[in-house]
């Protein structure tokens, strides 16, 4: 638990935007966190969470202090007949934690497979992808409040999820650390094969009874095709939430635009690709100086290598100009900007 200054935060986050932030510390407990947050000269300072860094966009240096969630851990705490209940540390790698539930051959979160971050980030914005989202299996998670130091626990109709949202996006937004989250996986598995291509991919790898493994390894088969490896290329994957619109507005827009796909949400709103908006307004594979759109995905902005976080910000917006004028749909990015 080392206090370090004008740390540089480019290995941190996945969009490899160079900047710096006044002080850096990393935990590896919930007692190490708690130490932090004692210390005077941290009391005053603005704080920054920071998980994997892959849902972040930094647009300036970080004038406070950013703390990295490092807490390891994942065991079974308890079971019953259809049930087990596994605690996983809030450092812990996402895609890590989906692997241990395959390898314990217990379902639910195969449809997640492969995407960046950690476990204690995954709750904060619900992370959702192929028709499932966190909350379908989410338990509990334990926090630690900023403030006091002390323990709390919040259950899945405390956190209040939503699209990419729950509470500690918006009344609780910045009080909380996640030291763990706890998760009710299946024993019978419950297999989700219907949203995007997962089925079609399935039937290309000749799968026809598909298991938990089966459908994770399709997810990271059509992830990999679509999505570039931060590793590789700077990006913080899906930058833009699909918007919800009203059954009435799709219907004018589908007699102009027959092609535009849509997937019911309710009885009255329709789910739009948002990938679908962007490409039509010609943004695919659009390249600016050393940053722009993903060629395979138009969902996804992309560092080529030394961009500044502000002109990829500006590209965002940019964007949600040119859809709201073609489509009269306002798009909303899933990333969070600094």
Request: hydrophobic share 35%; proline share 4%; aromatic share 10%.
């Amino acid at each position: 638990m080392k206090l370090q200054s004008d740390f540089s935060l480019k290995p941190f986050n996945t969009f490899g935007i160079d900047v710096k932030a006044k002080l850096f510390a990393r935990f590896d407990s919930v007692q190490e966190l708690q130490e932090l947050l004692q210390l005077s000269e941290l009391k005053q300072e603005p704080k920054l969470i920071l998980g994997g860094g892959s849902n972040l966009l930094f647009t300036k240096d970080f004038e406070g202090v950013v703390l990295q969630n490092g807490i390891k851990g994942i065991e079974i705490i308890r079971e019953d007949e259809n049930y087990s209940y596994i605690k996983a540390g809030g450092g812990e790698v996402w895609h890590e934690f989906v692997l241990y539930t395959l390898e314990h051959n217990l379902g639910g979160v195969e449809n997640l497979s492969l995407i960046p971050g950690t476990v204690g980030a995954a709750p904060l914005q619900n992370i959702g992808a192929y028709g499932v989202e966190l909350k379908d299996v989410f338990y509990e998670l334990e926090a630690v409040n900023q403030e006091t130091g002390q323990t709390q626990v919040f259950t899945n109709q405390d956190c209040r999820f939503g699209y990419r949202e729950s509470v500690f996006k918006n009344d609780l937004k910045g009080q909380f650390i996640v030291t763990s989250v706890t998760f009710r996986l299946h024993k019978n598995h419950q297999l989700n094969t219907s949203y995007g291509a997962i089925k079609t991919t399935l039937q290309e790898m000749q799968i026809t009874q598909p298991t938990i493994q089966d459908v994770s390894a399709a997810v990271c088969h059509i992830r990999q095709s679509k999505l570039p490896d931060p590793k590789q290329l700077g990006n913080a994957g899906s930058f833009f939430k699909n918007p919800e619109i009203p059954i009435i507005l799709y219907d004018i827009l589908k007699e102009q635009y027959p092609d535009m796909p849509a997937y019911p949400v309710s009885e009255m709103t329709v789910k739009v690709p948002a990938g679908w908006l962007i490409e039509q307004c010609g943004w695919k594979g659009k390249v600016i100086e050393n940053y722009g759109v993903h060629k395979n995905q138009a969902l996804v902005l992309v560092n080529y290598g030394g961009a500044s976080g502000e002109k990829v910000r500006q590209l965002a917006y940019d964007i949600i100009h040119s859809v709201e004028e073609k489509f009269g749909i306002s798009l909303h990015p899933e990333v969070n900007i600094m």
